[in-house]
């Protein structure tokens, strides 16, 4: 069995509240005996150094953490100064998770490029009878949230084509929503984690174009892999 911790978008220096909204996740989440923690994109919400020290400080834990850019890490080379690789996997005994950088400076849809994919694959093709999760911050499914489906992971087919080739994924673990959901792709679970910093709402809501509430408190999703089989469990932050 494995148990996964999923947070995404804290976007530090977004609002006057990121720092404390993530401290108390990331409080909650120490006391736990989870096997791992991922965090899926959207680390500092404007990519400058002083954001991404400060997340350093927010994520620091004895618990196996790794974390993938989103489309407001914008500068990738201040990400990796701080946090490490854009791509990063951790390699557990009962599951592996890769984490790969569907970012694209300047842009807020999110791609797989050459290279990512060609990490993806190798690091998927190592433990072959091992169940992978593969994350990542965009959606690769349309969400029925508009202003997120219009920017959510570009030419999908590149990703099924990997997906297809590697029997052993067990799901798709991605952010950028701000919100839970649960779909699938390629015949694959695919969970998306609700905010830290916000939570995306509906249409079906009465909400606005951009519709996202910060009044909601902070989630995060808790991912038990157990049997070949995921549930996955979300959980607000009072």
Request: contains cysteine; hydrophobic residues 40%; charged residues 20%.
């Amino acid at each position: 069995m494995a148990v996964i911790a999923h947070i995404s978008d804290i976007h530090i220096g977004g609002s006057a509240d990121s720092v404390e909204r993530t401290t108390r996740v990331m409080n909650q989440l120490r006391s736990f005996p989870v096997d791992a923690i991922i965090v899926t994109g959207d680390i500092a919400d404007h990519s400058l150094l002083e954001e991404y020290e400060t997340v350093r400080s927010l994520l620091e834990t004895e618990i196996p953490l790794i974390i993938c850019p989103g489309n407001h890490d914008y500068q990738p080379e201040l990400f990796e100064k701080v946090l490490g690789p854009v791509n990063q996997a951790l390699r557990l005994p009962d599951v592996t998770i890769a984490l790969a950088d569907s970012s694209v400076p300047g842009r807020d849809e999110g791609y797989l490029g050459d290279a990512t994919l060609s990490w993806l694959d190798e690091v998927l093709s190592e433990r072959p009878d091992v169940p992978a999760f593969v994350g990542f911050h965009h959606p690769p499914i349309e969400l029925g949230i508009p202003y997120v489906d219009e920017i959510m992971l570009q030419s999908v087919d590149r990703l099924e084509a990997v997906v297809e080739r590697h029997p052993h994924i067990a799901g798709l673990l991605v952010g950028h929503a701000h919100t839970a959901a649960t779909g699938t792709f390629a015949g694959r679970p695919v969970v998306v984690a609700p905010g830290v910093i916000s939570t995306g709402l509906t249409p079906f809501e009465n909400a606005p174009k951009i519709p996202v509430s910060y009044d909601l408190p902070p989630a995060y999703a808790l991912h038990i892999f157990t049997g070949g089989r995921l549930v996955t469990h979300f959980r607000p932050v009072p």
